[in-house]
Structure formats: structure tokens, C-alpha cells
């Protein structure tokens, strides 16, 4: 059974930083494209970070650039989102989102395999 876990979610305060992650089991994902998708309460999910299955090429959301960082360790099996100078519009439950293709897509349609997410909550 393939299982996305992610972890490192919390209380953070505005401006403070957090390092997320997302350890798979089941299947490897060296091969796969993996990206972090965000839903804020009453809001759509929305894609925040993606990384081709060699982490040679990166992808961001305009709102997170500069300010979020997507990596992985093919040999942990797990990727990382080390978000910084959080803000309160970043405040959502994060999902971790798997993909068969190797480059990163910024549609959820384009991931197979799916988190059951952690809470980011920030306070001012």
C-alpha cells in the first residue's frame, strides 16, 4: 500500500519558519515528480512547490517564491518544504502529492498519490 506521510506542521508565528516533510512508503518515488499542494478554510487546494524526480529543476507559486524551498532524498524516500517568513495567508493544511511523470505539473490531476496533510496555523 502506498502511504504519503507528512509531518512537521504546527504553530508558528508570522515570520517564523517551519520545515515540512513527506516520507512515502510502498513504492519508490525516486522516478516520480513530487510537489506540495495548500488549502486554506474555504479556499480550493492550490499548488505551492513541485520537484522533478532528479530535484534538478524546481517549481514555486508566485505567492511562496522566494520564501519556500522544495527538496529531496531519493534515498529516504522523503521531501522536504522548508517554508520561511511565513505569513498569514500561508496558513493552510499542506498536502504532499506524488506523480507517475517525472517533470512537475502544477495541476492536482497530473498526482496519483496523495498525503493526508499537516496544519500549518499562523499567528500574528
Known sequence: ?????????????????LRLSCAASGRTFSNSAM???????GKEREFAAGI????TTTFYANSVKGRFTISRDNAKNTVYLQVNNLKLEDAAVYYCAGSWRQSVTV??????????????????
Open 107 to 124: 495541476l492536482m490531476d497530473g498526482y496519483q498519490y496523495w498525503g493526508q496533510g499537516t496544519q500549518v496555523t499562523v499567528s500574528s
Open 52 to 55: 522533478n524526480w532528479s530535484g
Open 35 to 41: 510537489a506540495w499542494f495548500r488549502q486554506a478554510p
Open 1 to 17: 500500500q502506498v502511504q504519503l506521510v507528512e509531518s512537521g506542521g504546527g504553530l508558528v508565528q508570522a515570520g517564523g519558519s
